[in-house]
């Protein structure tokens, strides 16, 4: 089956542009999960939708991040006013949703590589 | 705030030579995941852990967990240019979530 995908692969922007991101998440799959990352570095945790319950959001910069998911499927990472220092790879990650987490895996989309100029 | 500090930050090394990887806590987790990433992909599950002092082997990775459950490291054997990456190390959050805390990498350079 398909993996997780995530569009556009490339994203470049003039400074104080808005852009959106978008994840297919793996059919299946309730958690979803979005993440930042700069070269070479670790992943830095944005925001988390698991299920139907409300998004866990505590990772997110600045009210200029926004995330939603739209039947429970699809997730769309909107970022307003685009600045110079939210250049990254912006990953997308699903798994499946169970009453005990210890282990799950996530399974991560390619990423996006957004540069703002 | 839970944090995972991942060393070296970088390793380069020959092909043949051994290798560890450390990542240390000093909060617990319930769980600790390791992952590797290539470039201009998203990183795919080595291994997890779960029961303090747990050693899992993976061909010619060791991975271990501290008795703690706070630290826990990846030994690879006899390295190959196809281990070459970035190896990324995750706790699992409190609260019994399916969120990530995830170290800052480790580049391993193999060479030939």
């Known amino acids: 089956g398909a993996g997780v995908s995530q569009s556009p692969s490339n994203k470049v922007t003039e400074k104080g542009k808005d852009v959106e991101l978008r994840c297919d998440p793996i059919?299946?799959?309730?958690?979803l999960y979005w993440y930042r990352q700069s070269l070479g570095q670790g992943l830095e945790f944005l925001i988390y939708?698991?299920?139907?319950?409300?998004?866990?959001k505590s990772g997110l910069p600045s009210d200029r991040f926004s995330a939603e998911r739209t039947g429970g499927s699809v997730s769309t990472l909107t970022i307003q006013r685009t600045q110079q220092e939210d250049s990254a790879v912006y990953l997308c990650?699903?798994?499946?949703?169970?009453?005990?987490?210890?282990?799950?895996?996530?399974?991560f989309g390619p990423g996006t590589r957004l540069t703002v100029l | 705030t839970q944090l995972l500090e991942q060393s070296p930050q970088f390793l380069s090394i020959q092909e043949g030579e051994n290798l560890t990887v450390y990542c240390n806590s000093s909060?617990?987790?319930?769980?600790l995941q390791w992952y590797r990433q290539e470039p201009g992909e998203g990183p795919v599950l080595l291994v997890t852990?779960?029961?303090?002092?747990e050693v899992k082997k993976l061909k010619r990775l060791t991975f271990q967990f501290g008795d703690a459950r706070k630290d826990s490291s990846l030994h690879i054997t006899a390295a190959q240019p196809g281990d070459t990456g970035l190896y990324l190390c995750?706790?699992?959050?409190?609260?019994?979530?399916?969120?990530?805390?995830f170290g800052q990498g480790t580049t391993l350079q193999v060479k030939p």
């Open positions: 059919s299946g799959h309730t958690a």
């Open positions: 909060s617990v987790f319930s769980s």
């Open positions: 995750a706790g699992q959050a409190p609260g019994n979530t399916g969120k990530l805390i």
């Open positions: 939708f698991q299920g139907n319950s409300a998004p866990d």
């Open positions: 990650a699903s798994s499946l949703e169970r009453r005990l987490w210890t282990g799950i895996e996530q399974f």
């Open positions: 852990v779960v029961t303090g002092g």
